[in-house]
């Protein structure tokens, strides 16, 4: 770890949900390392445990909870938890997410409604179920998007749908929550290494090299180089950002419409 997070954070709060792996975990462990006292959430009571017991394990304090984003009333139970255990909110962090592949013509209802339920939906659950825990004025949000929201990719006609709404929900309330002290900002990670959402959409050594030529950087990004950004954005330096739908893709998004894993 480098020297600037060393206590960025310290004396802060964070919930971040979605956290059991992956990207969000990245971004739940780098802000218990620069001090945040951290609540993640996912749906299996196993994974998410195990998580934060690798948050603690690396010095970090954090404390797990198993709620699935599509509860309503269960998320809500979830942020009592959060606060009883922390207190008041001061970074919320949503970026649980659902994928598959799939043409429209024969995506069903069903598989439709999932991803709108976990990527849109429960992003609503999570900004109005945290709302009245945070930090007013001062708290920051993050929301985790993708470059389907930008450009309409063949087979994610879902994930296309259910991101662009999810970015125009958080300009919503940049411009809603500003007058009262509130940032939110979405971070739109391009084919990043090592998570399941790649694994999924690149599911081949080709396609994976591929996906890492696509870009104008020429390679993967790393779990790690989100984190950063998300630290960034809930940090002072980033006091006046807010709205903000910030790519962190070797510049995959400048490129148009395109398909990550080739």
Not at 238 to 253: K, Q, R
Request: with cysteine; glycine share 12%; net charge neutral.
């Amino acid at each position: 770890m480098t020297t600037f997070r060393d206590n960025l954070l310290a004396g802060k709060t964070a919930f971040v949900a979605g956290a059991s792996s992956g990207i969000n975990l990245q971004i739940a462990t780098r802000l218990a390392q620069a001090g945040a006292a951290v609540t993640i959430l996912s749906r299996s009571p196993d994974k998410i445990e195990a998580a934060a017991q690798g948050i603690r394990d690396k010095g970090g304090k954090c404390i797990g909870v198993a709620q699935d984003v599509r509860d309503h009333d269960g998320v809500g139970a979830a942020f009592a938890k959060a606060v009883d255990a922390h207190g008041e909110i001061d970074i919320l962090v949503s970026g649980a997410a659902g994928n598959f592949v799939a043409p429209f013509n024969g995506l069903s209802y069903n598989g439709f409604r999932a991803v709108i339920d976990i990527d849109l939906i429960g992003l609503f659950n999570v900004m109005r179920q945290g709302f009245p825990h945070l930090r007013k004025p001062g708290a920051t949000c993050i929301t985790i998007s993708a470059p389907q929201a930008l450009h309409p990719y063949p087979l994610q006609s879902h994930v296309n749908a259910a991101k662009a709404g999810a970015d125009m929900l958080v300009r919503t309330l940049a411009v809603e929550w500003g007058p009262m002290g509130v940032r939110i900002n979405a971070i739109i990670p391009g084919p990043i290494a090592d998570t399941e959402g790649m694994a999924r959409l690149a599911p081949t050594p080709e396609a994976m090299e591929k996906s890492a030529r696509g870009t104008p950087l020429q390679r993967l990004g790393t779990k790690d180089e989100v984190a950063d950004l998300a630290l960034f954005l809930v940090s002072d330096a980033a006091a006046y950002v807010t709205g903000a739908i910030m790519p962190c893709d070797g510049g995959l998004s400048l490129l148009g419409v395109g398909r990550v894993g080739g």
